[in-house]
């Protein structure tokens, strides 16, 4: 049984940031693969950052040098910084997990879900 939960969506000026944290309640949390997603309004769920098995990072092509993705094994908790938010970053952020596709920024591969939480950047 895996329950994710999201936190630190809220509403920022353009260029502002946010740091979304996602708390996995799982017996094992360095068993899973971690990774960030978001779905726009009307638009496809993608993914925004992972980590593969070896530690390699992962990031979307559109928010490369501005978001970084950590997790602490200890707290079993992962974490996505947002820097120099855009209007178009504006989605629903989800935490997800993997127990057989470490690095994949596919939301087919994953398994596990949290529920969500809202980042609204304004001009």
């Known amino acids: 049984q895996v329950r994710l939960v999201e936190s630190g969506g809220g509403s920022v000026q353009s260029g502002g940031s946010l740091r979304l944290s996602c708390s996995a309640f799982?017996?094992?949390?360095?068993?899973?693969?971690m990774a960030w997603f978001r779905q726009a309004p009307w638009k496809e769920r993608e993914g925004v950052a992972t980590?593969?098995?070896?530690?390699?990072?992962y990031y979307a092509d559109s928010v490369k040098g501005r978001f970084t993705i950590s997790q602490d094994n200890a707290k079993n908790t992962l974490y996505l910084q947002m820097n120099s938010l855009k209007p178009e970053d504006t989605a629903m952020y989800y935490c997800?997990?993997?127990?057989?596709?470490?690095?994949?920024?596919?939301?087919?591969?994953?398994?596990?879900w949290g529920q969500g939480t809202q980042v609204t950047v304004s001009s």
């Open positions: 799982v017996y094992s949390f360095s068993f899973y693969c």
């Open positions: 997800a997990a993997t127990t057989f596709a470490c690095g994949s920024l596919s939301r087919s591969q994953y398994n596990f």
């Open positions: 980590f593969d098995i070896t530690g390699s990072i």
